[in-house]
């Protein structure tokens, strides 16, 4: 009877297995090339107009029910909050570890950095705040420098004009490494503050994205007393950095997407809009300009 049972289990297990084999031999079938080059030369007789699409009449009452309900989006919106501010500690650990943050996603995050920055980065009492608003067209990297040397203070000059013994150049690409390698020298005991986060809204803005603003980005960033939080809007925002200049960054990224409306960021654009309202003809030929191909601007400049 042993024997009878151990025959029995053995061939169910010989017949699992053929079939298992079979199987496999079928899905083997399906990855082959002749799979893929079958060609079917018969036409669909399916129809758009077969698709089952919802009439305006359904969509609409399911629009305003959507609108009607602000509590719910309000209550979801307040949990995303919370989710982020519990990765704030986080974010500050890696600053401390030597990375800089570059944060991405749809809508402003202006809000989200800031909260960051008086939540944690303004209780440092060894840091420093900067911000800089990126999205302004008026902003210069001139300025961005001259502000970074004015709050470097050595504790022995705090008193005096000039507040420290970093060497100013005309050429502001020399004038940012030596700001760098100042900050790397300098005994931190003798300044009067060790760390300095520098919050960037929008580092890709218009006036940012030259190729010299972001080089010295990238070199203000390699220093390890000055901790980058920046953030990116534009969708090639990536592109504008090499592979050295993304090896000095040292960018760890966080995703934060919010759906806001870019209120402040484009509150400059709009002024600028209602400035030139008398003279639009000239704004619609740059838009059409800069859509054409090198070729195309070049007959017209002939």
Not at 13 to 25: G, H, R, W
Not at 227 to 237: E, N, Y
């Given at each position: 009877s042993d024997k009878k049972s151990i025959t029995s289990t053995t061939a169910k297990?010989?017949?699992?297995?053929?079939?298992?084999?079979?199987?496999?031999?079928e899905h083997d079938d399906h990855f082959k090339s002749t799979?893929?080059?079958r060609v079917n030369k018969k036409i669909s007789?399916?129809?758009f107009t077969a698709i089952d699409c919802l009439s305006p009449n359904?969509?609409?009452?399911?629009?305003?029910?959507?609108?009607?309900?602000?509590?719910?989006?309000?209550?979801?919106?307040a949990n995303l909050d919370t989710l982020r501010r519990e990765k704030y500690q986080t974010w500050l650990m890696q600053l401390k570890s030597g990375f800089n943050l570059l944060f991405y996603g749809v809508g402003s995050k202006k809000l989200i950095l800031e909260d960051f920055a008086k939540s944690y980065c303004c209780h440092d009492p060894n840091g420093i705040v900067i911000r800089i608003n990126g999205f302004f067209e008026d902003v210069t990297i001139r300025q961005i420098l001259d502000s970074l040397n004015n709050v470097i203070i050595e504790k022995d000059k705090k008193r005096r004009a000039k507040k420290n013994t970093i060497k100013t150049d005309k050429d502001i690409t020399q004038r940012a490494m030596n700001i760098a390698n100042y900050l790397d020298d300098a005994d931190g005991d003798n300044l009067e503050y060790k760390y300095y986060y520098m919050f960037v809204h929008n580092i890709t803005g218009k006036v940012l994205r030259k190729s010299k603003i972001q080089r010295i980005f990238s070199i203000l960033a390699n220093c390890r007393r000055i901790?980058?939080?920046?953030?990116?809007?534009?969708?090639?925002?990536l592109l504008l950095w090499d592979r050295n200049e993304l090896s000095q960054f040292h960018w760890i990224y966080h995703e934060i997407t919010t759906y806001k409306?870019?209120?402040?960021?484009?509150?400059?654009?709009?002024?600028?809009?209602?400035?030139?309202?008398?003279?639009?003809?000239?704004?619609?030929?740059?838009?059409?300009m800069s859509s054409l191909t090198p070729g195309h601007r070049d007959i017209i400049q002939i």
């Open positions: 297990i010989l017949e699992t297995a053929e079939q298992k084999n079979e199987s496999d031999e799979h893929y080059l007789k399916a129809k359904e969509i609409i009452p399911l629009k305003h029910k959507a609108i009607a309900n602000p509590v719910n989006a309000a209550s979801k919106q901790h980058l939080i920046a953030s990116i809007d534009h969708i090639h925002s409306h870019y209120f402040e960021e484009t509150e400059f654009e709009q002024d600028e809009t209602i400035k030139v309202a008398n003279n639009g003809r000239d704004n619609g030929l740059e838009h059409i």
